[in-house]
């Protein structure tokens, strides 16, 4: 009965911690299109997790498209097809590896910093001076942040499958094949829609990332082993929901662009 107790009160959580969440991101939605708007906190955000995460993502995105596109090339070479490396990797950066791997990358970065911050203002008491003044922790501290996840994370997936269409081309170089032969191959298999369904997602996983980590942050409680719990848990929770959005969102998203 032990077992089947603590199996039971782990769903009982799980659920509630579900629903909590989506009363939150619903909070958070809200609280983003409401007035006042402080541009000012936006830009500050935006600095701090887009520009502060460009080298990361760009770097990254260099090194997975120079293994990918070797080991892509490898497969292919054996067929005699070493030319379909091009659209397989433009559509493999563009679709999943892109939004995917720069969604993670934030969400280790940015994600833990926001819940940390947060985490380390309830603890200290500073929301609830907030709370006193009569200000909206959810509009004035979580809001600037959400926007600049949202703002910023498309951004950082095309520079991370820019940086990953650069390495791919290095890899290919040794097998003949030139840059322009590369974005001719590309540009034959690939198009706008498949750089569409990558941004979307990137917005998905920008507003789920920004709605988890402010909300362990502002949920954090026992001084500095709370906060270093919850921007635990905010990398570890927003890793798994990303790779099961994109799995429903592919779902969705996939039979569409069949039709566009």
């Not at 955000?45 to 993502?57: A, H, K, M, P, R």
């Not at 995917?100 to 603890?123: C, H, K, Q």
């Not at 040794?174 to 979307?200: K, T």
Request: proline share 3%; with cysteine; net charge negative.
């Amino acid at each position: 009965m032990n077992s089947v107790e603590r199996l039971g009160e782990i769903v009982v959580n799980t659920i509630e911690w579900f629903g909590a969440s989506l009363r939150f991101s619903r909070r958070m939605a809200i609280a983003m299109c409401k007035p006042p708007f402080r541009f000012g906190n936006i830009l500050h955000q935006l600095d701090t997790v887009g520009f502060g995460s460009v080298f990361i993502v760009g770097l990254t995105g260099l090194f997975a498209g120079l293994v990918f596109a070797m080991n892509s090339l490898n497969a292919l070479a054996w067929m005699g097809a070493e030319g379909m490396v091009a659209p397989s990797m433009t559509l493999s950066l563009s679709r999943e590896l892109g939004p995917i791997l720069t969604s993670l990358l934030v969400a280790g970065r940015s994600g833990s910093a926001i819940a940390t911050e947060l985490g380390t203002m309830r603890v200290s008491e500073q929301v609830d001076a907030l709370e006193m003044m009569g200000v909206d922790p959810v509009q004035y501290l979580v809001a600037p942040r959400a926007w600049a996840l949202v703002i910023s994370l498309p951004l950082l997936n095309f520079t991370f499958v820019l940086m990953g269409l650069i390495g791919s081309v290095i890899a290919a170089s040794p097998y003949d094949i030139s840059a322009q032969l590369f974005a001719q191959e590309a540009m034959r298999m690939a198009d706008a829609n498949d750089y569409l369904s990558g941004g979307i997602k990137t917005v998905v996983f920008g507003f789920m990332i920004a709605a988890v980590a402010a909300r362990q942050g502002l949920t954090a409680m026992g001084g500095a082993r709370g906060v270093g719990l919850a921007a635990t848990q905010t990398v570890v929770v927003t890793s798994v929901l990303v790779l099961f959005l994109d799995y429903l969102m592919m779902l969705i998203i996939g039979p569409l662009m069949l039709d566009w």
